[in-house]
């Protein structure tokens, strides 16, 4: 029963959060190609658990639909449309006092880029699904709304090789890009 009532003062160990982003990638220039990524808005989904007050866990799933373009004297511009998946887990560090919980974390995982357009290469291949390992870093804060339940604004930050689905010939810039993407949201804490 004591154990009980302890882990009841605690407060909340796990939370659960829905978030919509905004996807603001980077220009990059390399092997004579420059590519870039539209803006785009999407979903975040997060779960997180914490191990005591102040140090947790989470794993999340994000999507966005974007086109990755790209341009060089060689090809012109070719523009791949391509769903993306985010998969990432990541350590948080929070500060669980009062009303307002700042926090920051870091982690990696993937980015799953999956073409949505059809697209040949200068080989006469047609381009494919790529996976990208990607470094997630961020801030942000929970704002208490109610007992269980928040709003939670953040700045997340992912690094990773600029993909060029599987083209080394005409797509492959060889440079590391990054991607930012604020998102607001509600977290549902249990």
Known sequence: MSMATAALAQGSRADISANLTGVFGQTVTG????????????????????????????????????SQDYSSTSIGTVGVQAGVHEVTGAFVLRHARGPIQPFVLAGGGVLVFSPTSSAVTSTGLPISRENRPTFLYGLGTDLKLAK??????????????APDFHDTADLHTGQTTHTAVPSVGLVFKF
């Open 148 to 161: 269980s339940v928040g709003l939670r604004v953040q700045y997340r930050g992912l690094l990773y090789q």
């Open 31 to 66: 092997n004579g190609i420059q590519q870039t990524q539209t803006n785009s808005a999407g979903g975040l989904l997060s779960l997180r658990y914490f191990v005591n007050r102040y140090a947790g866990i989470e794993g999340n799933y994000s999507y966005t639909r974007n």
